[in-house]
């Protein structure tokens, strides 16, 4: 699934900004992959399943390389045919716009 998302970069955040909530954060989530959720307005959390670890491996590197060139960091959980993406803006204990824009680079690894 390719959408506009995809095509914009993270911002680095400064603080001070609150976190998405209500109409901003349910507009956003129409444009991510139906398999993200978005859990008590402050996290993304989407899995993605592989026939087996090195697979999985081998995705969860190309997150990391992509975390690194966004200058985003999502949390990553690595495990047998499985990897486990949670992701909020840490600075502000929510969700940016930045979340949802690495969410959709993510999707087109």
Do not use: R
Not at 18 to 29: D, F, H, I, M, N
Not at 66 to 86: F, M, Q, R, S
Request: negative net charge.
């Amino acid at each position: 699934m390719t959408c506009d998302l995809s095509k914009k970069h993270c911002v680095p955040c400064k603080g001070g900004v609150p976190p998405l909530k209500g109409k901003e954060l349910k507009k956003l989530q129409e444009e991510l992959n139906k398999e993200w959720s978005v859990v008590d307005e402050h996290h993304l959390k989407k899995e993605f399943s592989f026939p087996d670890f090195q697979q999985a491996l081998d995705f969860t590197v190309k997150i990391g390389a992509l975390a690194e060139e966004e200058g985003h960091h999502p949390d990553i959980l690595l495990a047998y045919g499985k990897v486990e993406i949670t992701m909020w803006t840490h600075k502000i204990d929510g969700l940016t716009e930045s979340d949802f824009i690495l969410a959709a680079k993510i999707d087109e690894l």
